[in-house]
């Protein structure tokens, strides 16, 4: 059939118009397939390796960490949103910087490491040193979850015998527990290499036992304030009862210098004997507590435990 000039060009168009469309979409696919490429934040050679840091310019904009030898990727990972890296400490300006040189000796073992701190912000939270070994053979040797806020930052300390550096860190376990985060006890912890990986040392958390008399006397005011915080009554039974965490404090101090025993005795010295829910508060602490990422090591540190906990009266205590 004879179309004409007229419909030869309304063929073509349409045709034109198809192509277009297809060639629209074949773009957008390849896109899709192929999006942007990140972008390089910070490169670093470490003898055979370097370490590149990326931003992911494709998604939410987090950064990532890539580890070469050669053209062999040998460790990657892909950050929180609001993650960012850096080779060595947070910042160049922390007094830590020193100690996380890269090719510097972290773990004491003679192989020379690379540690790479990420922060994902936000209050107590989320600070990590990545540590690898970047000797004869690679491995990533611990991923140390530290957290930190403005009055509590890890802090590293350089052995006596110039090996191997301690991690001194705070548990953050029971922080908003109970309490608001500014006002939640977050106790000390110290670490270091041992077995492959880093670990609570015992040696330095451990101290002197307390005598009796002198808890005695550091819970009184403790109690004090739990008798006068719940003095009208109107909430004299835990959860509901007014309980000041240093109540908790001083109990997880007790713990993280291996006794146990006594911070069971300290709550039988400091919990009044007119507020309730004493069993149910023990409870929920130890609920809490097992929850610490240190709670195994910590738990090793202890006494063998009594068969029950200490029997100490409140009446016996007030007097």
Same mark, same amino acid.
């Given at each position: 059939?004879?179309?004409?000039?007229?419909?030869?060009?309304?063929?073509?168009?349409?045709?034109?118009?198809? !192509?277009?469309? @297809?060639f629209s979409a074949q773009i957008a696919l390849a %896109?899709?397939?192929?999006?942007?490429?990140?972008e390089l934040i910070s490169e670093q050679l470490i003898?055979?390796?370097?370490? %590149?840091?990326?931003?992911?310019?494709?998604?939410?904009?987090?950064?990532?960490?890539?580890?070469? %030898?050669?053209?062999?990727?040998?460790?990657?990972?892909? #950050?929180?949103?609001?993650?960012?890296?850096?080779?060595?400490?947070?910042?160049?300006?922390?007094?830590?910087?020193?100690?996380?040189?890269?090719?510097?000796?972290?773990?004491? =073992?003679?192989?020379?490491?690379?540690? *790479?701190?990420?922060?994902?912000?936000?209050?107590?939270?989320?600070?990590?040193?990545?540590?690898?070994? @970047?000797?004869?053979?690679?491995? !990533?040797?611990?991923?140390?979850?530290?957290?930190? /806020?403005?009055?509590?930052?890890?802090? !590293? *300390? %350089?052995? &006596?015998? #110039?090996?191997?550096?301690? *991690?001194?860190?705070?548990?953050?376990?029971?922080?908003?527990?109970?309490?608001?985060?500014?006002?939640?006890? +977050?106790?000390l912890v110290i670490l270091h290499y041992r077995d492959?990986?880093?670990? *609570? /040392?015992?040696?330095?958390?451990?101290?002197?036992?307390?005598?009796?008399?002198?808890?005695?006397?550091?819970?009184?005011?403790?109690?004090?304030?739990? !008798?006068?915080?719940?003095? /009208?009554?109107?909430?004299?039974?835990?959860?509901?009862?007014?309980? $000041?965490? =240093?109540?908790?404090? $001083?109990?997880?101090?007790?713990?993280?210098?291996?006794?146990?025993?006594?911070?069971?005795?300290?709550?039988?010295?400091?919990?009044?004997? =007119?507020?309730?829910?004493?069993?149910?508060?023990? +409870?929920?602490?130890?609920?809490?507590?097992?929850?610490?990422?240190?709670?195994?090591?910590?738990?090793?540190?202890?006494?063998?435990? &009594?068969?029950?906990?200490?029997?100490? $009266?409140?009446?016996?205590?007030?007097?």
């Amino acid at each position: 059939m004879y179309r004409g000039a007229a419909g030869t060009r309304s063929v073509v168009a349409a045709v034109s118009v198809m !192509l277009a469309a @297809i060639f629209s979409a074949q773009i957008a696919l390849a %896109r899709e397939h192929h999006p942007p490429a990140p972008e390089l934040i910070s490169e670093q050679l470490i003898g055979p390796y370097v370490a %590149r840091v990326y931003r992911d310019t494709a998604g939410c904009g987090g950064e990532f960490l890539e580890i070469a %030898r050669g053209l062999k990727v040998v460790y990657s990972t892909r #950050g929180h949103c609001q993650q960012t890296f850096r080779v060595g400490a947070l910042e160049s300006s922390d007094v830590d910087d020193k100690f996380l040189a890269p090719g510097s000796d972290v773990t004491g =073992d003679g192989s020379p490491n690379l540690v *790479v701190s990420a922060y994902t912000g936000g209050a107590n939270c989320c600070l990590s040193y990545y540590v690898f070994d @970047i000797g004869t053979k690679f491995r !990533l040797v611990d991923t140390l979850h530290l957290e930190q /806020d403005e009055h509590a930052a890890p802090h !590293l *300390v %350089r052995l &006596e015998d #110039g090996h191997g550096l301690q *991690v001194i860190t705070h548990d953050w376990t029971f922080s908003g527990w109970h309490a608001s985060p500014p006002q939640s006890p +977050a106790p000390l912890v110290i670490l270091h290499y041992r077995d492959g990986a880093f670990h *609570v /040392d015992e040696d330095l958390m451990r101290e002197p036992a307390m005598s009796l008399g002198k808890l005695q006397a550091e819970a009184s005011p403790v109690r004090w304030r739990l !008798l006068t915080g719940n003095a /009208d009554g109107a909430a004299s039974s835990w959860p509901s009862a007014k309980v $000041s965490p =240093d109540l908790w404090e $001083s109990m997880l101090s007790l713990i993280y210098a291996g006794h146990e025993d006594l911070a069971w005795k300290y709550l039988d010295y400091a919990w009044p004997g =007119d507020v309730r829910g004493k069993e149910k508060f023990a +409870a929920d602490f130890r609920k809490q507590l097992a929850l610490s990422p240190y709670w195994k090591e910590i738990s090793a540190m202890q006494p063998e435990p &009594e068969a029950k906990p200490s029997s100490i $009266s409140a009446e016996s205590a007030s007097k």
